[in-house]
Structures are given as C-alpha cells and as structure tokens.
C-alpha cells in the first residue's frame, strides 16, 4: 500500500506548490512587464534501497511565458514597451540581467535604473547629462536636448537583447536570466515604443482555471490518501485475526 500512498502525498505536495505559484502569477497581474511562471510537474525516483519502483512528483517552475502582454501608451518620456521577445538590459551584482519592464527611473545625477537596477547601454549603465528633454527612439537609442542647444543629441543606446523562452529562467529577484548563466547576445532587431508601457503577461482566467483544477487535484489526492489507509487498516487486521 505505500505505493499509493507515496503518489498521493507527493501528488498533494504538487498542487500546494502548484497553487503557490499561480498566487504568485495574480499577484503580480498589474505588475508592468512581469512575465507568469509555468508551472511543469516530472516524475523523481525515490532514492533508497527497496524503493526502486516509486516515484514522486517533482514540481518545476523555473520556465518563464513569453506571451506579450497588453500595451498601453503614457506619454511619458522614459516609459518604453519592448517589441517581440526582446528584452532590457539592467546591471545584477557582477553580471547582467533582463527585464520587459520599461518604466525607467532618472535620478538627481542622471543615471538610468529599472526598479533600482542600473540600465545598461552599450557603454555600460546609462548616465545623461542635464538636458531639457529626452527620447528613446525605435532602435532604443536615447537622445536628449541639452541647455542651449537647438538639436537632439544622442548619448547611448539601450542594450536589447533576444531569446527563446526556453533559453530563460528567473533569478532569486525575479528578473530574467539565461538559463545557462551566460549574457545573453545584443540583437539590433529589437525595437522598443517609447512613450508606452508593457502590462502583465498573466491571464486572471486562465490563473483562476488553474487553481480550481489543482483544488480538485488535491481533492482527490487527499481520497486516495484515505483509501490507502483504510485497506492499511483492513489488512492490519487480516494479519492479526
């Protein structure tokens, strides 16, 4: 019987962590450029002698979607929506990491950052000089127009880069990285709309499916548990009649 038993309590274990990371997914549905985990379930071996036959449930949710989420235009300046499967780039400790999430930060010195992750350019993070106004063009080049000057001035242009959803993952701050740990190679096809933002990629409804799929899931997981124990208990007392 503990065959049954080892596939209903993993079984369980996968809905609840299952169930975590589309609470995870709602949560962040108004976030701009969040990207909805994928929650894949695989078999495990179970390790130990005698165990050979048993498997367990093993839940894996380090795949991103890269569904484009909804656009919408603000106006503002420093606000850009990523076109395709492209991505910005922003510094991450030591290394770099990507994000869809265009609404870049200027501060007093002028650097450029994406919730509080220096933007990088082709020359490294982005610093502007003071200037009167600014524009991010289609190629993400940044373009600004200093005191006294009657022309755009280009300064640097925004490091964009292009992957398959396969070549990604997340990091512990949830941004996006490559899978194998590498940068991820500059790609002039990229385009970016200024003056837009890029919404969430989550689907309330689809979201909300899943949770109840895995409620009746777990549901039935929790009979089968039941099931095991009563013919554990039936057969406890075939032995001892």
């Known amino acids: 019987m503990d065959k049954l ?14 169930q975590q990371v589309h609470a995870n997914n709602l949560a962040n549905i108004e976030t701009a450029g969040f990207r909805a985990n994928l ?12 165990y050979d036959s048993r498997h367990m449930a093993k839940m894996e949710a380090d795949t991103i979607s890269t569904r484009s989420g909804a656009v919408r235009e603000t106006g503002r300046a420093l606000d850009v929506a ?8 922003v510094q991450y400790g030591e290394g770099e990491a990507y994000t869809r999430a265009g609404a870049i930060d200027i501060d007093a010195n002028g650097a450029l950052s994406v919730h509080g992750h220096p933007l990088i350019g082709e020359g490294g993070p982005i610093t502007l000089p003071p200037h009167q106004a600014v524009e991010i063009g289609l190629d993400g080049t940044i373009s600004v127009l200093t005191e006294g000057a009657t022309a755009m001035q280009a300064i640097d242009k925004l490091r964009l880069v ?10 512990e701050a949830g941004l996006i990285v490559s899978r194998r740990g590498d940068p991820l190679e500059a ?5 970016v709309r200024g003056g837009a933002l890029e919404g969430s990629n989550v689907s309330a409804v689809e979201e909300m499916v899943a949770v109840m799929s895995l409620n009746r899931s777990f549901e039935i997981q929790m009979k089968l548990f039941k099931a095991s124990d009563s013919m554990n208990e039936v057969g406890n007392k075939l032995i001892g009649a």
Do not use: C, H, M, P
Request: negative net charge.
């Open 39 to 50: 929650e894949v379930a695989a078999t495990q071996a179970l390790r130990g002698s005698g």
């Open 162 to 171: 292009n992957a398959e959803g396969a070549e990604l993952t997340k990091n």
């Open 82 to 89: 990523v076109n395709g499967n492209g991505y910005l780039a």
């Open 5 to 18: 038993i080892f596939t209903a309590v993993s079984g369980a274990e996968r809905t609840l962590r299952g």
């Open 187 to 191: 790609d002039a096809n990229v385009t």
